[in-house]
């Protein structure tokens, strides 16, 4: 269970109320125990402190502090018998002036050995040694808490607020993948086609276990490449439940939060994947992909430093194996041992299906809704295909509510339905995986055509 570090009131004093209840039955069995040394002390004076120990069941430290407090003293009031207080009875010397402005001196303005901004025992360590202080004979702090303390006082020290860790929970293994996109610094791509992002690597990785399930590279991904790059990894490995991914255009056809869904997102629907996507600027919804693109970064790429897509395809294949089945990996779940040791038997997933239902997300999309608006001519354009509303209608915007049972829009305007029309581009029986593979290889190109248009578009 995990609990913010700014518990409720409630919580609070019931944990303070079970330390007093601690305390207060401990206290009763110290009093005992010093009116046992009391008595000894008395009766026995010439035994030794061992003996008085090993009389009270307590250490010989023990001993000497209260011999001192009880030898001689008479037990009219028990109250010699009580613990003691270790708080200050009286406040701390102030620090000079100079102490701590020469305090807030080494902070603002380092000293030349150390070119950094020091902190609270490196300013310990200075002030110590500073020559003028000590001939002024001033007090100088001992604890490098109590420079925290004048740091933080005199605005040196921003508090940043605590960030409460949520515990993350793992899927089975093999259940659910994550899959992202990544740059291989320093490699130049074959062509002179992209100026940005020349090679990058694709990986795939387990929720469940930490394995690196895939890792490819290629210096020409796009929306046909990505869709074949993942095709190719759930023919080797076969079908997960559920897969994570952010808004990468490859991924998601466009940067609109209500768009039809693209031809990589309906391949992975008919064959039955669940599709995740990620809201923007949020990398920490699949953290697992994203923490080994640092292990790929620092372990192997500014290690090897591939120059071109062959090179890389080497070094990746060597670092595949040895981060699966030699680095021990630090999860919780791999408990220090390489992933593919610490998960010796993993579920068989299934294989791709002979043949599929090219329509088949067309459920994970009932009920969805698509706002659009009504061009010159009458129609709206949804994914690529063009459907007449009115055109009486044109310039007015209207709702289409895909119905999957029946395979049609609901066109709603002012909160009715004034027209149904039936879904264009369904295919209505089931194909073969390969031609359904080469159908959405050509759609995802399409799809990557149209976005370069669009981008084209708005720059001029």
């Known amino acids: 269970m995990f609990i913010s570090h700014r518990a ?8 303070s109320k079970r330390r007093y209840l601690w305390w207060w039955e401990m206290e009763e069995q110290w009093i005992i125990d010093r009116a046992k040394l009391h008595r000894l002390l008395r009766e026995k004076p010439h035994w030794t402190n061992q003996q008085y120990a090993d009389a009270c069941g307590r250490c010989r430290s023990w001993v000497k502090k209260w011999k001192k407090r009880l030898r001689g ?37 380092p000293p030349i050995e150390v070119p950094r901004k020091i902190g609270p ?13 000590a001939n002024k004979g001033h007090r100088l702090p001992r604890s490098s808490s109590t420079i925290w303390k004048i740091l933080d006082q005199h605005q040196r020290i921003i508090r940043q ?3 409460v860790s949520l515990p993350f929970e793992r899927p089975e293994p093999m259940d659910t993948w994550e899959i992202d996109f990544t740059d291989v610094s320093g490699a130049k791509a074959q062509h002179d086609q992209k100026i940005a992002h020349q090679v990058e690597a694709f990986a795939v990785v387990d929720r469940g276990t930490s394995i690196l399930v895939d890792l490819q590279v290629s210096d020409s991904y796009q929306a046909k490449t990505a869709l074949v790059a993942m095709a190719s990894t759930l023919i080797q490995h076969g079908l997960p439940k559920r897969m994570v991914f952010d808004r990468d255009p490859r991924f998601i056809g466009s940067w609109s939060a209500d768009d039809f869904p693209s031809a990589f997102m309906r391949f992975l629907m008919c064959l039955d994947i669940a599709v995740d996507v990620c ?8 953290p697992f992909v994203e923490r080994y693109f640092r292990t790929l970064n620092s372990e192997c790429v500014q290690i090897k430093h591939p120059a071109n897509v062959t090179q890389a395809r080497e070094v990746f294949e060597a670092h595949h194996f040895t981060y699966n ?18 998960f010796t038997q993993l579920p068989r997933l299934p294989h791709i299906p002979e043949t599929l239902d090219p329509d088949q997300w067309l459920a994970h999309y ?14 709206v354009q949804i994914d690529k295909h063009r459907y007449y509303i009115q055109r009486r209608l044109a310039g007015r915007y209207v709702v289409c509510k895909l119905n999957a049972d029946h395979r049609v829009f609901d066109v709603i305007l002012d909160n009715k339905t004034i027209k149904t029309i039936p879904l ?37």
Do not use: W
Not at 89 to 109: F, G, M, N, S
Not at 328 to 342: F, I, L, M, S
């Open 8 to 15: 409720p009131p409630k919580l609070v004093k019931i944990a």
């Open 73 to 109: 003293r008479i037990l009219v009031d028990e109250r010699v018998l009580h613990s003691q207080s270790r708080a200050r009875k009286t406040l701390p010397e102030p620090y000079h002036p100079e102490v701590i402005e020469c305090i807030l001196a080494l902070r603002d303005q």
């Open 121 to 133: 025992r490196t300013i310990l360590y200075f002030l110590h040694h500073d020559q003028m202080l």
């Open 161 to 163: 607020p605590k960030v």
């Open 279 to 286: 809201p923007p600027r949020r990398p920490d919804l699949k």
């Open 325 to 342: 089945h030699e680095r021990p990996h630090q999860a919780t779940v791999c408990g220090n041992r390489p992933p593919y040791k610490a």
């Open 366 to 379: 009932h009920t969805r809704l698509y706002k659009r608006r009504v061009d010159h001519s009458g129609r």
């Open 424 to 460: 264009k581009g369904l295919y209505d029986e089931p194909m073969l995986f390969g031609d359904y593979l080469d159908m959405m290889m050509k759609e995802a190109e399409a799809e990557h055509q149209r976005l370069a248009r669009n981008r084209r578009f708005r720059v001029s």
